[in-house]
C-alpha cells in the first residue's frame, strides 16, 4: 500500500528553535506539497516541490524553508520558530496520471511555547 | 493565481437525505482537475472524487456525485443518503495539469448529519 509518512504526530518546541518537519514517500511522485491547516483558514500552501532540489514558494512561505535533496523526502524548516506557527501540518505527495493521484500524511500537530 | 472559495462554513444534514456542498473556483487554465477531499476527526485527509476538466461528464462515486459547471467555475458535491460516518470536514481543492503545479485548497465544510 502506497505511503507518506510524516516523522511526528505531536511535537511541542520552544520559540526561537530551528525546527524539522520530515515528509517520506514510497511512489516515486515528482511533486510534493507542505501545507498548513489552521481552523476556519482551510488548508494553505507553504511550499512544493516538482522535482529533487527544487522547490517552489507556496502561498504563505515566511518563516519557513524547504528541502528536497532526494526525491522520496521532503523536508519542512522552520528557521526560528515562532508562537503564530503553533498548527497542524500536512504533508502529500502527487502523480496526476494515477488512479490514486494523491496521498497525505497524517498531519503534524506542531505547537510553539 | 487561481483559487477555491467554499461560501458554506458549516451545514447539517439529516441521516439518509441528501445534501449538496458548494465550491467554486477562479482560473485562466483549461487543463486542471478538481477533487473533494474529506477530513474526519482522525484527520487523515480521504480523497472522495475527482473530476477532469476535458470530461463533461459529471464524475460519481457510490453515493457522492459532482455537479460540474466548466463555464460557471462551479463545483459541488451531492452526498445522498447521507450516513453518520459522512460527519467530516470537506474541503475543494483544484490543480493545474502543468509542470509545477500547485494544488489549491477551499477552506472547507463542516458537515454534520444527525441521526
Known amino acids: 500500500d502506497v505511503k507518506v509518512t510524516q516523522s511526528s504526530r505531536y511535537l511541542v518546541k520552544r520559540t526561537g528553535e530551528k525546527v524539522f518537519l520530515e515528509c517520506v514517500q514510497d511512489?516515486?511522485?515528482?511533486?510534493m506539497f507542505w501545507y498548513r491547516q489552521d481552523p476556519g483558514l482551510g488548508l494553505r500552501l507553504i511550499y512544493f516541490s516538482y522535482d529533487v532540489k527544487m522547490k517552489e514558494k507556496g502561498d504563505i512561505p515566511e518563516g519557513y524553508s524547504v528541502s528536497r535533496e532526494k526525491k522520496e523526502r521532503f523536508s519542512l524548516i522552520l528557521e526560528s520558530a515562532s508562537t503564530n506557527q503553533t498548527s497542524m501540518y500536512l504533508c502529500a505527495s502527487i502523480d496526476l496520471y494515477s488512479n490514486q493521484p494523491q496521498h497525505f500524511g497524517d498531519g503534524t500537530r506542531l505547537s510553539i511555547l | 493565481a487561481q483559487t477555491v472559495t467554499q461560501s458554506q462554513p458549516e451545514m447539517s444534514v439529516q441521516e439518509a437525505e441528501t445534501v449538496t456542498l458548494s465550491c467554486t473556483y477562479d482560473t485562466s487554465e483549461n487543463n486542471y482537475y478538481l477533487f473533494w477531499y474529506k477530513q474526519p476527526p482522525s484527520r487523515q485527509m480521504i480523497l472522495v472524487i475527482r473530476?477532469?476538466?476535458?470530461?463533461?461528464q459529471n464524475a460519481t462515486e457510490n453515493r457522492f456525485s459532482v455537479n460540474f459547471q466548466k463555464a460557471a467555475k462551479s463545483f459541488s458535491l451531492k452526498i445522498s443518503d447521507s450516513q453518520l460516518g459522512d460527519t467530516a470536514m470537506y474541503f475543494c481543492?483544484?490543480?493545474?495539469?502543468?509542470?509545477?503545479?500547485?494544488?489549491?485548497f477551499g477552506g472547507g465544510t463542516r458537515l454534520m448529519v444527525k441521526p
Open positions: 511512489m516515486d511522485h515528482e511533486n
Open positions: 473530476q477532469e476538466a476535458y470530461k463533461q
Open positions: 481543492a483544484f490543480i493545474n495539469n502543468n509542470a509545477g503545479n500547485m494544488l489549491t
